[in-house]
T-cell receptor, first 112, second 113 residues
Framework: QKEVEQNSGPLSVPEGAIASLNCTYS??????FFWYRQYSGKSPELIMS????GDKEDGRFTAQLNKASQYVSLLIRDSQPSDSATYLC????????????FGAGTQVVVTP | GAVVSQHPSRVICKSGTSVKIECRSL??????MFWYRQFPKQSLMLMAT?????????EQGVEKDKFLINHASLTLSTLTVTSAHPEDSSFYIC?????????FGPGTRLLVL
């Protein structure tokens, strides 16, 4: 069974520090990878998408993809209390175009 | 941007009634939309894939006669919860696909009394 795994947390991060979130996936032919942020009681919002091996930076966020290791990560630099949320890793399985397979999410708590 | 709206944002209904939820892509056309349900402190659960002009594809365990999906245009999909019961109370979220990316609506919180 295809799986996307994340540590559930909570990941406690001091304000201003770097939060590091990890995600592994089991489907080797997955091509598209996404990070979503979900605040409590709200719907997910897209933070980053990444399709190629390596790093992709957008503001304070950096996504890293390693297809050989089936690993995707998200770094949040200069963490702010407003970054406190659940971060969902999502992968497009190789045989289901458009569908997303979600991890359970990692809760991040940024402490002032 | 890619904006997806949902209406209503919150609905309370009596047991046995039907509730319709609308999902619209406001600034792009979406051939495919998805419907999810999320219970408190749980992850998103995909209910069905909605394709414009064709029948929806339901995930295993989701009753197609209870959760009616209509995708009448490239910007609108509707989910109707028929004969709602208290166990249907949940957070219903739609998403619309642009390219390979899903953009989520703000969700509809349903409470069935």
């Amino acid at each position: 069974q295809k799986e996307v795994e994340q540590n559930s947390g909570p990941l406690s991060v001091p304000e201003g520090a770097i939060a590091s979130l990890n995600c592994t996936y089991s489907d080797r032919v997955s091509q598209s990878f996404f990070w979503y942020r979900q605040y409590s009681g709200k719907s997910p919002e897209l933070i980053m998408s990444i399709y190629s091996n390596g790093d992709k930076e957008d503001g304070r966020f950096t996504a890293q993809l390693n297809k050989a290791s089936q690993y995707v990560s998200l770094l949040i630099r200069d963490s702010q209390p407003s970054d406190s949320a659940t971060y969902l890793c999502a992968v497009t399985p190789g045989d289901s175009w458009g569908k997303l397979q979600f991890g359970a999410g990692t809760q991040v708590v940024v402490t002032p | 941007g890619a904006v997806v709206s949902q209406h209503p944002s919150r609905v309370i209904c009596k047991s046995g009634t039907s509730v319709k939820i609308e999902c619209r892509s406001l600034d792009f056309q979406a051939t495919t939309m998805f419907w999810y349900r999320q219970f408190p402190k749980q992850s998103l659960m995909l209910m069905a894939t909605s394709n414009e002009g064709s029948k929806a594809t339901y995930e295993q365990g989701v009753e197609k006669d209870k959760f009616l999906i209509n995708h009448a245009s490239l910007t609108l999909s509707t989910l109707t919860v028929t004969s709602a019961h208290p166990e249907d109370s949940s957070f219903y979220i739609c998403s619309a696909t642009r390219g390979e990316t899903q953009y989520f609506g703000p969700g509809t919180r349903l409470l069935v009394l």
